[in-house]
């Protein structure tokens, strides 16, 4: 079954916003921020293992 990641809190403010996912399996995972133009904010990608697993994304736009 395939788990949909959860924004938390609302995004905007300055404040980072944590991204919570579950992996069944371990797996290379690709994450990418757009901001409201479509335009790349924020790029990562890593494997990772079974479970639960967050990433901070910062809201701040960048110096």
């Known amino acids: 079954m395939q788990k949909f ?17 579950y992996l069944e399996a371990g797996a290379t995972v690709s994450v990418d921020v757009l901001d409201e133009l479509n335009c790349p904010m924020m790029a990562q990608m890593q494997a990772q293992g079974v479970g639960p697993h967050t990433l901070a994304v910062p809201t701040a736009p960048a110096p």
Do not use: A, C, E, I
């Open 5 to 21: 990641p959860s924004l938390l809190p609302q995004p905007g403010g300055g404040r980072p916003v944590t991204v919570s996912y």
